[in-house]
């Protein structure tokens, strides 16, 4: 697979997403540290983005003529080590299982080679009702194909 970089949006390789955020004052608790909770706005981050280099578009999504989303149904979370303000960080993302209403997801997050966290996101694809709906042939195999 050719790589594909879209500005801002990070870029996609064999190996899944890989999007660089910088860490501000405003992700900080008082002692300087990452506070928990944003992690998980980074995390977010890097499956919008993700997404949006696959071609998905999430305000457009359309399945069997209803309004669709993506919304999270579970995550497991794994703490290893801090980051601080003006740390750079790198958000990984590669796909582990793609079928009927569900996706799996594994994220990393990275400060250089250092993991910081790791994630695993099961996504469930849903209507404006809340019901589930089955992923399309095509985005499972571009999500499965990286």
Not at 20 to 37: C, I, K, M, N, P
């Amino acid at each position: 697979m050719t790589q594909i970089m879209i500005p801002l949006a990070g870029e996609l390789s064999p190996d899944g997403h890989r999007l660089t955020q910088r860490v501000y004052y405003e992700d900080t608790d008082f002692s300087g540290v990452v506070y928990h909770a944003r992690y998980l706005h980074f995390l977010e981050r890097g499956r919008t983005d993700f997404l949006r280099c696959l071609g998905v578009e999430q305000a457009e999504m359309v399945v069997d003529g209803e309004k669709a989303a993506f919304v999270v149904r579970h995550m497991e979370i794994d703490f290893l080590a801090s980051a601080r303000m003006d740390d750079i960080l790198t958000v990984l993302t590669r796909t582990e299982t793609a079928a009927g209403a569900r996706m799996v997801l594994r994220q990393t997050i990275l400060k250089d080679q250092t993991r910081l966290m790791e994630a695993t996101v099961t996504i469930a694809l849903i209507n404006t009702a809340g019901r589930p709906r089955r992923l399309s042939m095509d985005l499972q195999q571009k999500m499965l194909n990286m």
